[in-house]
């Protein structure tokens, strides 16, 4: 299809005929030829699995995702179908299992939401534009006066100086807010962290859907946990007392498994109030220790306002935030543009020849999700196993 | 041998693939007023002959308006965001979200902007969309049309004799 274009002699610039045209006029044409179209998704340059032709777009290591599943269906499964919820529904009300449904099925849909949905990805820069960007770097060499250093600009927010960093993989300048999460290789818009437990990024695109996910989950463990206890102690009868140490130690923890998601809950309840990302609040970007002055540019100055623009703010469509319809077909550019990376997905691109090696981000994110993940996973994996005891305790079998 | 594989340029979608053969001029964003997206209103010196700079400016500052209408946080993105979290946003499989109406609006706009005052100056404006966001860019460079070829193009079918 694309082949040599003769040079128009006089160098006049022509008026180019912009009708469109249906595709299958197109194909009439003989002198072109056009292979099977592949789609975006199969050219796409960063470390991410697609799911049904491109819908579903989630991290690498998946495994962390399937354990959530797992956890949360086996805690309430065994709540809702084993003698606890029938028992409640007909002793106290029916509205117990209801309610508990709803934030059931609520959890759920937070949680494939948050997975399954595009973080925000930035598209890397066509093989042009990072051209331009380096010429345009190179126009602009650091020096004695105080210049920010080539790799890097200085942008003015709201009377706060903010450096935009140069991203050697992308080959982009970020977008404030923006950071390279190093496990999904991609940049990512208002990127918050990477959550293994979630199996995706979290950034500007779900973490809306990230956060009512640990806050419905919260409810729904306090939910569990309440009545579970309700259960066992005013309905359980004989053997069941709380003077015993070993139920105890039980409910205390239960209560700290409880704890960790609900804590969990509140951190982002907090980043979302002052308008900050767990990245930003990590590395202290805004923190009053870096420097007086120093205050955050984006926060709108009240709780409420930051609240409402981070839930109920407008939603970039999944186009826009990845700039790309993944449903689309690649086009050439891209072809051209990504046919060095497009020969395995897990192949990380090289920084290019002649340009000084990636600088490494800090592996905040990495560590933060290590961390989290490990306490959590302990604490959730002890709820069940408690719960299950409880129920074994009722039911007279341990 | 080379005329027989030459190709006329119909349309802009074809303009677009072959867009590696021209030149282009990438405008980048502009962020002194935070995240919102805003596109720099400064002229490139590459574009100083080919079109002028108060159109340019227009053009851009009108893309900049349909964005910051995009995100505007008011009364009514408030409603359409309570709505959809009441609903666990199944709601966005009926309705179209305003950000993507707005975007439907800025798409229309290039390309009416690029018929009336970009085509005829041999400039293609695209679409800021397909590249996240992140830039909007010009391309411009030495293109011919289907007459140009001696190609005879019959205008209504688009076909190449």
Known sequence: MHAALEQQQSGQYNQICTRSSSPAEAEACPAQRSRKPRRKWQVFPGRNKFYCNGRIMMARQTGVFYLTLLLILLTSGLFFTLSDCPFLASNLTPAIPAIGGVLFFFVMGMLFRASFSDPGVLPRATPEEAADLERQIASCPSGPGYKPPPRTREVLINGQTVKLKYCFTCKIFRPPRASHCSLCDNCVERFDHHCPWVGNCVGRRNYRFFYLFILSLSFLTLFIFAFVITHCCCFGGGGLSLTRPRTVLEVVVCFFSVWSIVGLSGFHTYLISSNQTTNEDIKGSWSTKRGKDNYNPYSYGNILTNCCAALCGPLPPRSAGSGWDRLGQAGSRDRLGQAGSRVRPGLRLSAGRGTPPPLREPQFNNRLAQIMGGITSSFVHLSVINIIIFRGKHLDIL | ?161
């Not at chain 2, 490139?44 to 349909?66: A, G, H, Q």
């Not at chain 2, 309570?82 to 709601?91: D, F, G, H, K, V």
């Not at chain 2, 992140?134 to 289907?146: D, E, I, N, P, Q």
């Open chain 2, 1 to 161: 041998p080379l005329k027989n594989t030459n190709i006329c340029f119909h349309n802009l979608q074809e303009l677009r693939h072959s867009a590696s053969l021209a030149t282009k001029v990438f405008i980048q964003r502009d962020y002194s007023e935070g995240t919102v997206c805003r596109f720099q209103t400064k002229f490139p010196s590459e574009l100083d002959s080919r079109i002028e700079r108060t159109l340019f400016e227009e053009t851009v500052k009108t893309l900049n308006s349909y964005y910051a209408e995009a995100e505007m946080i008011g009364g009514q993105s408030y409603l359409e965001g309570c709505l959809a979290c009441a609903t666990a946003y199944i709601i966005f499989l009926c309705m179209e979200t305003r950000y993507e109406k707005v975007l439907k609006k800025i798409s229309g706009y290039i390309q009416e902007q690029n018929e009336k005052i970009y085509a005829p100056r041999g400039l293609l404006l695209t679409d800021p969309i397909e590249r996240g966001m992140r830039v909007v860019s010009f391309f411009h460079g030495r293109l011919f049309t289907a007459q140009n070829l001696g190609c005879k193009c019959d205008e209504k079918s688009s076909r190449c004799f």
